[in-house]
């Protein structure tokens, strides 16, 4: 069975601060790759999606960028945090665009 | 631009009663509608999802109705339990990306 692993859980770092987000998935091949930001009562907002290694769509300009050095490796980095890039981050996978499933997510808080 | 929408933030439901969540999109190339069940500092669970071909799919008790003419999509849960009170996401799917609402925050009371 398929399972996707992110890491760290919670996070917290002073604003400036370099971010590092890893998300791993297990069980499939060449599967798509989602980075989301759910800001505190807000929806799920897209931020980098990518088809397959090398691969990243930029859905919102930003200081933060993304990278897939892997088949299942999706990394989202910064490298100077903003107050504004509190949220929830998730990372996500699906195959035929048809199911996409979510990891456990991140707790970012920038101080 | 918001391409999938849920405008009601909140629901509140007695227990046993019918839960109705709505979502409408504006995209006429979506081709798949998911809905996703989130906890609090969770990951979004995959609920059910519904194909552009088919107006109804049902899951024990949770029912998706889509209407392509009104770009509408509905989630029925019946009968609604305090395990359900979540915040719901509907999403909707085209080529490589999938588009979410802001979600509705499900209540049910005991």
């Known amino acids: 069975s398929q399972t996707i692993h992110q890491w760290p859980a919670t996070l917290v770092q002073p604003v400036g601060s370099p971010l590092s987000l890893e998300c791993t998935v297990e069980g499939t091949s060449n599967p798509n790759l989602y980075w989301y930001r759910q800001a505190a009562g807000r929806g799920l907002q897209l931020l980098f999606y990518s088809v397959g290694i090398g691969q990243i769509s930029s859905e919102v300009p930003q200081n933060l960028s993304a990278s897939r050095p892997q088949d299942r490796q999706f990394i989202l980095s910064s490298k100077k945090l903003l107050l504004s890039d509190s949220g929830f981050y998730l990372c996500?996978?699906?195959?035929?665009?048809?199911?996409?499933?979510f990891g456990p997510g991140t707790r970012l808080t920038v101080t | 631009d918001q391409q999938v929408k849920q405008n009601s933030p909140s629901l509140s439901v007695q227990e046993g009663r019918i839960s109705i969540l709505n979502c409408d999109y504006t995209n006429s190339m979506f081709d798949y509608f998911l809905w996703y069940k989130k906890y609090p500092a969770e990951g979004p669970t995959f609920l059910i999802s519904?194909?552009?071909?088919?107006d109804k799919n049902e899951d024990g008790r949770f029912t998706v109705f889509l209407n392509k003419s009104a770009k509408h999509l509905s989630l029925h849960i019946v009968p609604s339990q305090p395990g359900d009170s979540a915040v719901y996401f509907c999403?909707?799917?085209?080529?490589?990306?999938?588009?979410f609402g802001t979600g509705t925050s499900l209540t049910v009371i005991p």
């Open positions: 996500a996978w699906s195959v035929r665009v048809r199911e996409q499933y």
């Open positions: 999403a909707a799917s085209a080529a490589d990306q999938f588009y």
């Open positions: 519904i194909s552009s071909i088919k």
